[in-house]
């Protein structure tokens, strides 16, 4: 089963209010400093405590800066920190996500390059903290999938260092595309520290999911509100047992679907990060021709992983191609169980074999197609046409049995035994 989070943002959310929803739900505190040590050694200090916010406990957890040594720091310096720090691999790829986010959506405010983006909120300690310690605080708890309700982002307007604004402020707006979001109330309600954490790390917006519940936390944030409980709430559970629409096709399994959009990746290397993405575990990676803003073209990369092997791949997709984001989804999938066949053809000269891919389900052949790379094979020794020795190599599946309805031979090789490049 799933160990699952279902963030409840309804009132808000923050870094540190988030960070507070996983200390309360169980994350360590002196573990979760340890992973920000790992990329601000001796910086801060965190503390945590339990508060009151409108008659409803919670944790708040306190960030306290050690060093007067506070430079400005561009999205481009944070990535070397995270790259270079000794942290799990899901810790170090949820916290350069989340960044990565951030730095997209504040150089479209500012109309300036992503690894020229300096946060004002986001590259102080403080921050680089929370969202270190989110991503360390979800790897305590045994999280392996996040979702998230809609975000109260808030309404009115504030003074920030750019003047007065409204709220939502600029890069909460860009955050939150393609998310559901309400007001929820008077003045600034979601940060883009804790936008970019929910749209980061969860891997869709959802009401409350069925989960076996096991734990829950509650985060508070600095101001205790009256007449609304200002706390980030976490469910942590697994989760439940299949509805009845996926009971109705048991053969049916879950992936993970990895989705980048690139426009600037030399045409030639292609071949070879497909071929690297299905060597090192992806169910099936391919590419699709779009066309982006200013009639660029582009393509959209498309990786199917098993969950546990997403953020492996993941971190493979950023290393092999020049995308600064990948989008993630969760799809149902029914795959045929396949295998191979030999079938044996007349050529001049004697006989050559040719491997058949056999789709089968539940004992019967579904499928059964020659695999192309031997026909090419063949086709080249005798001097045929591939077209001839393909109709030859289908009449020849057929005549062993390879047909639909057909019960599955005996003795199919398995699928990683499977020849050439299928």
Not at 133 to 141: I, M, R, S, T
Request: charged share 25%; glycine share 10%; net charge negative.
């Amino acid at each position: 089963m799933t160990r699952h989070a279902w963030i409840d943002a309804s009132a808000g959310v923050a870094g540190d209010m988030l960070l507070g929803a996983l200390v309360d739900a169980g994350a360590g505190l002196s573990a979760v400093q340890e992973a920000v040590d790992a990329v601000v050694p001796g910086a801060v200090r965190l503390t945590a405590r339990p508060v009151l916010r409108a008659g409803q406990s919670g944790t708040k957890v306190e960030v306290e800066v050690l060093t007067d040594d506070l430079p400005e720091r561009h999205w481009s310096e944070i990535e070397e920190m995270l790259v270079g720090a000794d942290l799990p691999a899901p810790v170090r790829e949820g916290a350069r996500r989340t960044f990565a986010r951030l730095a997209e959506a504040e150089a479209a405010v500012h109309g300036i390059a992503a690894g020229q983006v300096h946060f004002h909120e986001v590259g102080a300690l403080d921050s680089i903290a929370d969202v270190v310690g989110v991503c360390a605080g979800l790897h305590l708890l045994g999280v392996e999938t996040v979702s998230a309700g809609p975000v109260a982002v808030g309404s009115g307007r504030i003074r920030s260092a750019h003047g007065d604004i409204a709220v939502p402020v600029p890069a909460v707006v860009r955050l939150s595309a393609g998310w559901r979001v309400l007001a929820g109330g008077r003045g600034e309600l979601a940060t883009p520290t804790g936008m970019a954490l929910v749209t980061a790390l969860s891997e869709r917006c959802e009401d409350l999911p069925a989960l076996l519940l096991s734990a829950a936390g509650s985060g508070a944030g600095t101001k205790d509100v009256p007449d609304r409980a200002n706390l980030t709430r976490v469910l942590l559970g697994e989760l439940a047992e299949p509805t009845s629409s996926d009971r109705a096709d048991p053969d049916a399994e879950t992936l993970t679907v990895l989705e980048a959009n690139v426009d600037d990746l030399d045409p030639r290397l292609w071949p070879g990060v497909l071929a690297r993405l299905l060597a090192d575990g992806a169910r099936d990676a391919w590419l699709v021709p779009i066309l982006m803003k200013k009639g660029r073209p582009a393509h959209t990369l498309t990786v199917l992983a098993r969950p546990t092997d997403a953020d492996r791949l993941q971190l493979l997709v950023f290393a092999e191609t020049s995308t600064l984001g990948v989008r993630r989804s969760t799809w149902r999938r029914t795959a045929l169980d396949r295998g191979w066949a030999d079938v044996d053809l007349a050529v001049e000269g004697g006989e050559a074999v040719v491997a058949v891919k056999v789709g089968h389900r539940r004992g019967r052949v579904v499928s059964a197609s020659p695999e192309f790379v031997e026909v090419e094979r063949v086709a080249a020794r005798t001097g045929d046409a591939a077209r001839t020795v393909l109709g030859r190599a289908v009449a020849a599946a057929s005549a062993a049995g390879l047909t639909g309805g057909a019960p599955v031979p005996d003795g199919l090789r398995d699928t990683a035994e499977r020849p050439g490049e299928a």
